[in-house]
């Protein structure tokens, strides 16, 4: 059986009887280098980076583009560092699986040093500013998710924790934007240096998200008197520190029991399943997808490796605007989202399984070809009809892939305003006629369904996490299977909250639709599947 902490260099026949391509570097050697001159930061060192920018960064080793590792930054969860990377120097077992059922693994070495970066790790705080006062770090990536930037509540006043981290001193900062502002201030004091912060996250806009929340901070900080009108302008300087927008799509889901066996069998040793305290699941090993894109907005003010020789699409803001536009709020992350709601609701636990339900196969077809597709602009460098099309037909139903509903149904009232309200926002902006929308209020019924936290049998099921739920919940938790209620007097604190849905619903005559779908779905048992297949059904 084979390791991961095994000499990849010194026995890589062992790796090649367990069917493991390995790195063409020497790890120790890009740590080092890592250490003397840092290039490249991530935050966020979960199973998306193990699985696709730590195969970039692997890619460019290989190739002699890059000779430094990637520096992993983990905010949230201590345990990732210490359960999952710290035991195995770093490495990852990256599995693709396509729809055939092969398995395509990889040692992945490109790890240079994990850290803990919060104020409650002193070690880990006082390191990472120091990487960031080196004038060798060219960018940063993110993938903290979309909760990762948020310093506003549900009536969109500042959190506590944005008032306590803007009120407070930069090394006292407890928000991720806090966290960050405090680094770009230290590499500011130590020379003004130049940096990308490339949020790589998965919403819309992404970069201009993250300059906001960061200026907010330190705009704050700038109020107070903590820093001066210098910082400001070295922040909202492109040509010192750039945000740059991206578009990044590869669906990887937790690591899979089922997947831990076949590698077993295969001679892989290290198949162990984490679930940390924090409740991460992340493994020695991730499950991936075939099918990836990521594309950057070219705006590097202190220079980049050649990201595009690891298959990384550059290209100017509008273009990236465009392709994001198009994966984000019509051909990919709407359709995931719907399936993970009525997913939810239905007792399923595959997507893939999803995809074998007619009338569910017919609500993202519905969504996608009909309702996102004729307000999307076309990027140019990808093909929104042959995205779909791959969606459906490839990437979704494919059972290799172990993606559940419950995880795609994280965090929801996050993405709404992005994955549904760009779309009605566009039909508005270009008086298109809005009466043939189905699936798009179907499946904003189906979430306020979702909030009463009971699948259509009848019995209660865990939602899965949002930060909103607390919030939210109430509204809805007296109402009973069989009850007749007056839905647009219920929903109606959540249909209007601008937070969620920025678009307006009323203008967009989508109200009656959604509340009329709602009191559908509350028939009684059985009712939820009736709704679906009475709207788009087959």
Avoid at 368 to 390: A, M, R, T, W
Avoid at 461 to 470: A, H, K, T, V
Wanted: proline residues 6%; negative net charge; hydrophobic residues 45%.
């Amino acid at each position: 059986m084979v390791r991961l902490t095994d000499d990849y260099l010194k026995d890589p026949e062992a790796f090649k009887q367990a069917g493991i391509t390995v790195p063409q570097f020497d790890q120790a050697q890009a740590a080092q280098a890592a250490a003397e001159a840092p290039v490249w930061v991530h935050f966020g060192g979960g199973n998306l980076f193990r699985c696709f920018h730590a195969k970039i960064a692997q890619d460019l080793l290989n190739q002699g583009a890059l000779k430094a590792g990637v520096i992993v930054a983990e905010t949230y969860d201590d345990g990732v560092v210490e359960q999952a990377y710290a035991p195995y120097q770093n490495r990852a077992l990256q599995v693709v699986m396509d729809e055939q059922g092969h398995y395509d693994k990889t040692l992945i070495a490109s790890v240079a040093e994990a850290i803990y970066y919060n104020h409650v790790n002193p070690a880990g705080w006082a390191r990472l500013k120091a990487i960031f006062e080196q004038p060798s770090l060219q960018f940063v990536t993110m993938s903290i998710t979309e909760k990762g930037y948020t310093l506003r509540d549900l009536n969109g006043d500042l959190t506590a924790a944005a008032q306590a981290d803007i009120a407070g001193e930069p090394d006292a900062a407890t928000t991720n934007m806090g966290a960050i502002a405090r680094l770009l201030l230290a590499r500011y004091h130590a020379g003004k240096y130049p940096i990308a912060m490339v949020s790589t996250d998965n919403f819309s806009e992404n970069g201009k998200r993250f300059e906001t929340e960061v200026l907010t901070i330190a705009k704050g900080w700038l109020a107070k008197g903590t820093v001066d009108q210098g910082f400001i302008d070295y922040l909202t300087d492109p040509q010192q520190v750039s945000f740059p927008w991206s578009m990044i799509d590869r669906i990887t889901p937790n690591p899979a029991e089922s997947v831990a066996k076949i590698l077993a069998a295969s001679g892989f040793a290290d198949t162990q399943i984490i679930h940390t305290a924090k409740h991460t699941n992340i493994a020695p090993f991730g499950n991936t997808e075939v099918t990836h894109y990521l594309v950057i907005e070219d705006s590097f003010p202190n220079g980049r490796p050649p990201l595009e020789k690891a298959g990384v699409i550059l290209a100017d803001r509008d273009t990236v605007n465009d392709a994001d536009q198009m994966k984000v709020t019509a051909c990919l992350n709407p359709l995931h989202t719907g399936l993970a709601i009525f997913g939810s609701v239905l007792g399923y636990t595959s997507i893939a399984a999803e995809m074998t339900n007619p009338d569910l196969v017919a609500l993202v077809k519905q969504l996608g070809y009909n309702e996102d597709l004729p307000v999307v602009k076309d990027p140019k460098i990808i093909s929104p009809k042959g995205f779909i099309d791959e969606v459906i037909q490839k990437r979704l139903p494919n059972k290799n892939i172990p993606d559940t509903p419950q995880r795609i149904a994280s965090d929801t009232s996050q993405k709404l305003p992005i994955r549904y309200g760009v779309t009605i926002q566009h039909y508005l902006d270009a008086g298109k006629e809005t009466s043939g929308l189905k699936a798009i209020p179907l499946i904003i019924a189906a979430w306020c369904r979702f909030l009463m936290a009971v699948q259509d049998d009848g019995t209660a099921f865990e939602p899965s996490r949002d930060p909103l739920l607390p919030a939210l919940q109430p509204y809805v938790k007296a109402i009973h299977l069989g009850d007749h209620v007056d839905a647009q007097a219920v929903l109606k604190p959540i249909l209007t909250n601008k937070q969620i849905f920025p678009a307006d619903l009323e203008a967009a005559g989508l109200m009656p639709k959604i509340t009329a779908y709602f009191n559908d779905m509350i028939a009684g048992p059985g009712a939820v599947a009736k709704t679906l297949h009475a709207v788009v059904g087959a």
